[in-house]
């Protein structure tokens, strides 16, 4: 495929968005073709499926139930956004992609690395990111500076010990699968985060 595929990946209220915001910038002003798109979600159906799953009614979802709503909004996501996007030589950042699953679903909820990898190779049509960042920053900073303005959805209002086991997750996945991430330090300023993130990009 002739475009670019990166993903971001990290806690709750790592920075993320803010950052997606500054690369698309950076990448446009380039004169490159570029989406921004998210998950779950992107796509009219992946944004419906989105609702159910961070509705905070839905106390009662089964993990497994939620583990495959995450996977059918990604498939619905790759078929119609990410992969046609890709072909046509864009780039495609895109805020969260199968890591984020292995991590919250496999190993947070428990539901196993290898399982979830299984529902989810399912879904992708075969595609993986060109390059993975993660937003390291240590769940409790992250959160505290995301809810501090509304009052969170379902997986954002999680205990603080389900926030641990993601932030611990990623770490394991990591150590796992050294090569599918690129690990920026998101304690350090706005711009210093951006500039990190450029200068790994320029290596690819
Ligand atoms: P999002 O709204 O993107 O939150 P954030 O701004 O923190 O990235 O994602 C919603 C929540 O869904 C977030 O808590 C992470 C969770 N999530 C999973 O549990 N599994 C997944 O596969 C994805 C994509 C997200």
Redesign the pocket.
Known sequence: MKGLFITIEG????G??TQIRLLKEYFKNQGKDIIVT???GGTDISEKIRDI??DNDNITMADTT?ALL?AAS?AQHVHEKIIPALKEGKIVIC????H??LV??GIARGLGIEEVRYINDFAIEGIKPDVTLFFDIYPEIALKR?TKNNKG?R??NEKADFHQRVYEGYKKLIDKYPDEFNVIDATKSIDEIHKDIVKILSTI
Do not use: N
Request: aromatic share 12%; no cysteine.
């Open positions: 806690p709750d209220g790592a993320k968005s998210r998950e779950p799953i961070l939620e995450y990604r805020d969260r992609f199968v984020s699953s919250y679903q995301k959805d997986l954002e």
